[in-house]
């Protein structure tokens, strides 16, 4: 005990004391302190050391101090933007313009942004043209109002899946189309749209008395996920009922519409769920 | 029931037609190990449907008039399954150039037909395609081919390949070194004392390869540890 007595006194004398008492106060409610001195000085060293950028000191100066401005981690939520789309080929203006923009967002939206971005324009994913890529990357990230990490891990699941052998195997622009429709729709989901997507399709495509075509299976899934977390498991279950126990069907499309009826009412405006008032 | 194994069919990877003379018209693809049958579908670019073709060899030959047109495929595999369609693709059939008549009376060399554009396929091609841009050789015509680049979102184009000249050549391969952005050749048929009036242009995308992206995590790695 007096051992470890001993090691918590050592570790208090290796930080300066004015500096716990600055670590232990809390800033004013909706604020944070920062510590701008050393994003500064990240921030002109990184703009420095990188070749491409032909910089002089006057030039420097105030783009570190805009990067320092967004905070804690700001000159490495720059770095990781600014390089990416470099490397990735866009102009330099552009390539500063943007990373700029993301110091003052949270490190999510920026690795969001990040994780989106190879998706939708590397050639071996989505494909898609370098403008459409761009903008549908920064409007699921920096410019996303919900959860960007469950967005972007909903988007990257959804990808894969739709072009994988084993999954959707469809072609770039139809699993484009099928990503972004889903995706509308991943707040409405704990962990995002796709687990459930996954059980759905399973579902529809591959259940011996449903088995649908992709195209059809994919025609009805927004119409179920726009209802939320409870309308595929509705949807599941009054298949089943409706093809076990329940009132027997005229035919496997009468099944479906029903199915889709009771799962389309799995999410209500309050109001109506309560009935009508007394 | 078992999943059917679909096979795509890019059409990027295609390498386009062989032969636009006289309204008919070659198209090779590459052969696509499985496939039995390729369906071809040809609309016109304005999106009326045109006509399907079935070929079991990988190339299709077929006559149409001068026009833009756009083309699609997919393929049969031996169990009777069919693949997706590929996306659609531009297909330009080029009026035929006029062939002038020499005549004795005329001492300055007959013009030469322009350089006439057999085969383009160059949209979307990552850093590692191996692009190739055909023309049809014309005799007696030297072709002075130049290269511009712009980065995505940039304004200006810098040319990078300044009018080489190529004797007796017909295609030029894009270099697997080219760095992301956007790219514009510009093609020149040329004899003694004459220019083609109009250059062919045709513009290009090369992306970035995958582990050119993998390789900005390493290198935040080494900025930030």
Known sequence: M????????????????????????????????????????????????????????SQVTPLAVEIAQGCDGAVERFAKVYLLLKRSGVDQVHSLKTAMSFTHHPSSQVDGFLAIFKKVFLANYLNLDFANAFRLSLEMSRDYRGDPKKLADDFVALVDFCLADKGLALDFKSCAEVTLAMVRYTDLFPQGVFPEFKKLFAYLRFDKRTGLTTGDALKIAPRIFAKGAMAADNFIETMKYLNGKGPRPANQAAALETALKVAEASMVPLSDSEGPSQ | MTRLALLLLCWGELVLAASTSQRSVEVEWQVEPGAVKYIVEVRYEKGKFLKTFTSSDPRLRFRAPVGKYEIRARIEIASGDIGPWSEWNALEVPPEAPIAKETPKVAEPAPAKPPQLAAIQMTDLDAQAKGEFRWEISAEVTYKLSLDY????????????????????KSWKVSAALPPGEYRWTLLAERPGWTSPAPVVREFVVKPSEPQLTAVDKELEAIFK
Do not use: Y
């Open chain 1, 2 to 57: 007096e051992l470890l007595n001993a090691v918590a006194i050592l570790l208090a004398m290796t930080v300066p004391a004015h500096a716990q008492t600055r670590a232990a106060f809390q800033a004013p409610a909706g604020q944070k302190f920062c510590q701008t001195s050393t994003e500064f000085k990240k921030a002109v060293q990184f703009l420095r050391a990188e070749k491409d950028l032909v910089l002089t000191d």
């Open chain 2, 150 to 169: 712009k980065p995505f979102l940039g304004e200006q184009w810098t040319m990078i390949q300044k009018e080489q000249v190529l004797e007796e050549s």
